[in-house]
């Protein structure tokens, strides 16, 4: 089928009237979603810190292992919510038509990857406040700097919104969307500086480690969190924001592949 897509640029109007629909599906069923927005992750975060956190007495760079493992986890569950939204529910809304539909309206294929993104990071944003209200109470966020823990969900959420959509534009089916999260999601959340530094780990997988684009993140949050920001946490940054600069011209393009015959 053709579309005749009009591309007078980007219009906000667009993007959020998707990222509203993606709202209000929510809503409805928001006693279920929550469960995984905030409820699993608390449950890991508590399991972790006061499990592990009393084998662990000391950890590099941090107080107690409880206030070191915090940011990860929180940055890992973003980072699980922003692929789910822009693979696995892309890629049902592929299915059933739903882009295709929206196509027959003004609206670009930019535009329906934006407003999926955004919502992915409305999706990352929701959970990182939940669980770090909770370990605030906790005791495990005490730093004010901790607020900033905001910046890095927002930017795991674009980057993995990006991501996420590499797969849903090309998957067959939605089995091979399970190799979104055991080869590069669960990977990414245990060797990503989330429960151990980084520097453990042999010389010839830390370089790997920090290509993976949650080490940035981790690291970013983890700067917040602690009050111990340098240049290293610029510099993760400026590498998030170049991946992503890559990552959603990609995903525009193949989701264009897909969609437009």
């Keep these: 089928m053709n579309f005749a897509i009009p591309n007078p640029g980007i219009r906000r109007r667009s993007v959020t009237g998707l990222w509203l629909r993606h709202a209000v599906s929510f809503v409805r069923y928001w006693k279920i979603v929550l469960t995984w927005v905030l409820i699993e992750p608390v449950i890991i975060l508590v399991a972790v810190g006061f499990g592990v956190g009393k084998l662990v007495e000391e950890v590099e760079g941090a107080p107690s292992y409880a206030e070191f493992v915090t940011p990860g986890l929180i940055m890992g569950n973003a980072m699980f919510h922003a692929l789910f939204e822009t693979s696995w529910n892309a890629y049902n809304r592929i299915d059933n038509d739903v882009y295709e539909t929206a196509l027959t309206t003004p609206i670009t294929i930019t535009e329906i990857t934006m407003g ?5 990071v409305t999706r990352s ?39 996420g959509f590499l797969f849903s534009a090309v998957a067959p089916h939605t089995t091979f969307l399970t190799l979104v999260f055991t080869l590069v999601a669960s990977p990414m959340f245990f060797f990503s ?5 980084i520097s ?4 010839w997988v830390e370089p790997v480690a920090w290509v993976m684009p949650l080490t940035s993140a981790v690291h970013i949050a983890r700067g917040f969190a602690l009050g111990s920001l340098d240049i290293t946490h610029l510099w993760a940054g400026l590498y998030m924001v170049a991946l992503t600069a890559v990552l959603w011209p990609a995903a525009i393009v193949l989701l264009r592949r897909r969609l437009i015959k």
């Design 116 to 120: 999926d993104i955004l919502w992915a």
């Design 193 to 197: 500086g989330s429960f151990f530094p």
């Design 200 to 203: 453990i780990l042999p010389d």
């Design 125 to 163: 944003v929701m959970t990182v406040v939940g669980t770090a209200i909770v370990a605030f109470l906790f005791g495990w966020l005490n730093h004010w700097e901790a607020v900033g823990i905001l910046i890095p969900a927002v930017m795991v959420g674009i980057t993995f919104g990006a991501l």
